[in-house]
């Protein structure tokens, strides 16, 4: 599997580094990581009912 060593910050104190595959770096680039970082912290918000006729107004006068 191809991808980039990095620090392994989870791993048992003998192990010294992770490999990640190219594909999945962006996941560990400081913006990506907060933006995920939010993304799931919204999901233990509680839902909130939408006004979909307000939505359906809105959406029919800016198109």
């Known amino acids: 599997m191809a991808g980039k060593h990095a620090p ?3 791993c048992a104190p003998e192990n010294t580094t992770s490999t990640i595959a190219d594909s999945e770096l962006w996941l560990h ?3 990506a990581s907060a933006r995920l970082d939010r ?3 919204c ?3 509680p ?3 939408a ?3 307000a939505l359906e107004r809105h ?3 800016t198109a």
């Open 51 to 53: 006004d979909l006729e």
């Open 39 to 41: 993304a799931l912290a």
């Open 43 to 45: 999901i233990d918000q």
């Open 59 to 61: 959406l029919s006068t």
């Open 8 to 10: 392994a910050h989870r």
């Open 29 to 31: 680039q400081p913006e």
């Open 47 to 49: 839902a909130v009912a």
